[in-house]
């Protein structure tokens, strides 16, 4: 059976220890030389970024999130051994483990990171799909001849560069499609690397729970108990046709997810689909003032975005969650696609007009859906609004003053609420 030392990628037959090294991180399987699509997803990134530049963390555990009113973005391993989870308000993570040291989130660092993963990545294949900073899927078909070693050497050759060059580890999963190779990064975290072969999928699929499946949240999951189906061999027993009937387009994902069929494509263009900024406060807060000034700074944040990556929204959206943690999302399609601050705000505040007053929020968000180019935006006068030119040439002239200045060198007076 095909073998690979990950210590010094050595390739042999099965064993239990590398020949050349000794080592007993060895990876076999029937078709480890056959495959080529991955996912690459990095251990607890950015917490395994904070540790590297502070090694006084090493041995604690380490939470990277929002304050004690925020969520976790991420945490370390030692963190997630008391129960803390991405995601999971601060508050409740803190209770699981109070010892925790919590590090407020340095974004351009992490990025930076990302960036030089990435460039790794494109001396492998230029087949890349990012997720996200932390993980994207590859596509190394075709590329044995040209780096002379499978797909699998160079995947194990990715993240030894990633731990030796930047002090940063990785997963990986191996299969013959994106869907599998997702789930075959998570099965053995951190600095894993499992392979799941054609051979073994529907041996490997039947007794898993619908869960282990890619986009079944709570709600779907919910629905699929409802219906009778809590693993993927219930799934198996329905046909296409009635699954599509009760669940719609996603009945007929499951039916072919659940036999491991993905045709999705690892594609290198993969389109941002939405622009959209949130805080969360240290206190919930009803009121509407100090809740306006934050709604026009997330309307600059994502329009600054926006403009940065040449993009317009034709939908504008709110987001708002109560101190119950009741979410109230709102949208609302424009005439006309827009990338200007003005526009947003006063979209996303009409919006918050219309919610029912008097609750108290943890948490306010507003975005831009449906992207176009850049080209597209703002071209078209508002008739019912004959200032909006004026202000559309005062943000203009902001933003080259906050560009050469500074993003503070200007501020209106209602973000200082």
């Known amino acids: 059976m095909p073998a690979l030392c990950r210590s010094c990628l050595t390739a042999f037959d099965t064993g239990s220890r590398c020949p050349a090294c000794r080592s007993p991180r060895v990876l076999s399987h029937p078709e480890l030389w056959d495959l080529s699509i991955a996912h690459m997803d990095c251990d607890a990134f950015y917490a395994s970024v904070e540790k590297r530049d502070n090694p006084d ?37 803190l209770k699981l483990c109070p010892s925790a040291v919590v590090i407020k989130p340095r974004i351009q660092v992490y990025a930076e990171v990302s960036r030089k993963i990435r460039a790794m990545m494109e001396d492998m294949t230029p087949a890349i799909e990012p997720l996200s900073l932390d993980e994207a899927f590859l596509d190394l078909t075709g590329t044995a001849r040209l780096h002379g070693a499978p797909p699998a050497v160079m995947l194990a050759r990715l993240v030894r560069r990633m731990e030796t060059e930047l002090g940063i580890s990785g997963s ?44 079944v949240g709570t709600a779907t999951q919910t629905a699929l108990e409802t219906a009778g189906i809590r693993t993927i061999a219930d799934l198996l027993r329905w046909d296409q046709a009635d699954l599509v009937a ?18 999705r494509r690892v594609s290198r ?21 100090l809740l306006d000034g934050h709604l026009w700074r997330l309307a600059v944040q994502v329009a600054d975005r926006a403009k940065a990556k040449g993009l317009a929204g034709r939908t504008v959206t709110l987001k708002l969650k109560r101190a119950d943690f009741v979410q109230v999302s709102r949208r609302h399609a424009l005439p006309a696609p827009t990338q200007m601050a003005d526009r947003i705000y006063r979209e996303a505040r009409a919006l918050f007009d219309q919610v029912p007053k008097g609750a108290a929020y943890r948490l306010i968000g507003c975005g831009i859906a449906d992207l176009v180019p850049g080209q597209e935006a703002d071209t ?19 933003d080259q003053i906050r560009a050469r200045f500074g993003r503070d060198a200007i501020i209106k007076g209602r973000a200082l609420r």
């Open 57 to 93: 963390l090493a041995d604690k555990p380490v939470i990277v999130g929002g304050g004690t009113r925020g969520v976790v973005s991420t945490c370390c391993y030692i963190a997630r051994i008391s129960g803390v989870r991405s995601a999971m308000p601060m508050f409740q993570a």
């Open 172 to 215: 990986i999963g191996l299969s013959h499609n994106k869907f599998l190779a997702k789930i075959a990064s998570d099965l053995d975290k951190p600095r894993g690397f499992s392979v799941i072969g054609q051979a073994e999928t529907e041996a490997f699929l039947t007794p898993k729970p619908v869960r282990i499946i890619w986009g």
């Open 246 to 263: 009760r669940f719609g387009h996603m009945g007929g994902r499951l039916w072919h997810l659940a036999r491991g069929q993905d045709s």
């Open 269 to 289: 263009d993969e389109k941002l689909k939405t622009i959209s900024k949130e805080t969360t406060f240290n206190e919930d807060t009803a009121d509407a003032d």
């Open 380 to 398: 078209t006068a508002d008739l019912l609004d004959p200032q909006a030119a004026t202000r559309a040439k005062a943000e203009a002239a902001t």
